[in-house]
């Protein structure tokens, strides 16, 4: 059990930059896989990036590659999501998710989300 809150969000114009927080409690971030995911309003949530235990595991969505990178300090217990090119399609909630399995899922525990909102 883990407990996970995110931060980092805003309203931001397109081409600009974002660096999402989740801090983890409860157990040592470096017992989980960590990932974001987001949701937009109307749509599903959907994948985003996955970082493993150890960080040569990572994986990212088609949509977000080149862009996005995730990266973990454990010595924080502290995952991040580096947002860069931001998009209008990239406004959405995003939600922090940890594993006890693999960056595959399933997904046990969840934060409650973020908001960022991409203008123009």
């Known amino acids: 059990q883990v407990q996970l809150v995110e931060s980092g969000g805003g309203l931001v114009q397109a081409g600009d930059s974002l660096r999402l927080s989740c801090a983890a409690s409860?157990?040592?971030?470096?017992?989980?896989?960590l990932g974001w995911f987001r949701q937009a309003p109307g749509k599903e949530r959907e994948f985003v990036a996955a970082i493993g235990r150890i960080d040569i595991t990572i994986a990212y969505a088609d949509s977000v590659k080149g862009r996005f990178a995730i990266s973990r300090d454990n010595a924080k217990n502290t995952v991040y999501l580096q947002m860069n090119g931001l998009k209008r399609e990239d406004t959405a909630v995003y939600y922090c998710?940890?594993?006890?399995?693999?960056?595959?899922?399933?997904?046990?525990?969840w934060g409650q989300g973020t908001q960022v909102t991409v203008s123009s």
């Open positions: 409860g157990r040592t971030s470096s017992s989980y896989a």
């Open positions: 998710a940890a594993s006890t399995h693999a960056i595959s899922g399933p997904w046990d525990s």
